[in-house]
């Protein structure tokens, strides 16, 4: 499915301040594989993400999707088939823009037609459809603009906008960071069903230990640039989030001292 061989990304190279985000990583997902990514601050979860999007250009390796080196294809092709989310709720919908313009917007990602081509009858069905698997409500406000949305609902019609037209990977960068406790769990509720109900492949990056554990078949754990920790679904269910703490330590041979990892479990 998605191949990263050698991958590596400096940030300020040649310079005095060069960072070494991401370190000669090496990583295969698998068709279906739903793959939660923990990790301190500037472990290089996001960076990840963002080279496999296309966002960021990587500097050393090779990015394969099915089979295909896209390690050079832009981010605008590599959106005709994968779908991102970020932790901000602004960020992945567009507030002047009602309900239903979003999911068009979303529907026409990597083709050169224009918007009002995606609105027809039978799409306006899809998109109903789409945000029906939601359970908010939001297939009966198509015409609402999601300015006036909460931050909830809009993380959700993000999530249907991803996954509108099916992706075949599905990329989470804390996508519930920035909402209340009650929402989040809301939100990776409907994540959880959304990915299972699809069978869709994703990499989804968390602040917290418990969702790591809790969602996905497969964990890893990120460490200055590189992957020092890769469980599959049997040992990840026998973990705890006390198991996890002293397999960093264990594997990195540092404490792990990042408060907003440690605290997020008890949210």
């Given at each position: 499915m998605?191949?990263?061989?050698?991958?590596?990304?400096?940030?300020?190279?040649?310079?005095?301040?060069?960072?070494?985000?991401?370190?000669?990583?090496?990583?295969?997902?698998?068709?279906?594989?739903?793959v939660t990514v923990i990790g301190s601050n500037g472990a290089g979860?996001?960076?990840?993400?963002n080279v496999i999007a296309g966002v960021i250009e990587v500097?050393?390796?090779?990015?394969?999707?099915?089979?295909?080196?896209?390690?050079?294809?832009?981010?605008?092709?590599?959106?005709?088939?994968?779908?991102?989310?970020?932790?901000?709720?602004l960020a992945s919908t567009?507030?002047?823009?009602?309900?239903?313009?979003?999911?068009?917007?979303?529907?026409?990602r990597g083709k050169r037609r224009g918007l009002s081509r995606a609105v027809t009858g039978s799409r306006v069905m899809a998109f109903k459809n789409a945000l029906s698997q939601i359970g908010m409500g939001l297939e009966n406000r198509l015409k609402v603009p999601v300015g006036t949305l909460s931050g909830?609902?809009?993380?959700?019609?993000?999530?249907?906008?991803?996954?509108?037209?099916?992706?075949?990977?599905?990329?989470l960068d804390e996508h519930t960071a920035a909402l209340d406790p009650k929402a989040a769990r809301l939100i990776m509720d409907i994540t959880d069903r959304l990915i299972r109900t699809n069978k869709l492949t994703t990499l989804?990056?968390?602040?917290?230990?418990?969702?790591?554990?809790?969602?996905?078949?497969?964990?890893?754990m990120m460490h200055r640039g590189k992957i020092i920790l890769d469980v599959g679904p049997h040992e990840k269910q026998?973990?705890?989030?006390?198991?996890?703490?002293?397999?960093?330590?264990?594997?990195?041979?540092?404490?792990?001292?990042?408060?907003?990892?440690?605290l997020a479990q008890v949210e």
């Open positions: 998605i191949r990263l061989e050698g991958v590596s990304k400096y940030f300020f190279a040649g310079t005095p301040n060069q960072v070494k985000a991401l370190d000669n990583i090496n990583l295969h997902i698998r068709p279906g594989d739903f979860k996001s960076t990840l993400l500097d050393e390796g090779r990015i394969e999707l099915d089979g295909k080196d896209v390690t050079d294809q832009p981010e605008y092709r590599r959106a005709g088939f994968i779908g991102y989310i970020d932790q901000n709720p567009a507030a002047d823009m009602t309900v239903e313009e979003n999911l068009a917007m979303a529907f026409m909830g609902q809009r993380q959700a019609l993000a999530l249907a906008m991803a996954t509108v037209v099916q992706p075949k990977l599905l990329l989804m990056v968390t602040h917290n230990m418990e969702q790591a554990l809790r969602y996905g078949n497969r964990l890893i026998r973990l705890s989030v006390p198991d996890l703490v002293k397999r960093f330590t264990q594997s990195s041979g540092d404490v792990f001292d990042d408060d907003r990892v440690l």
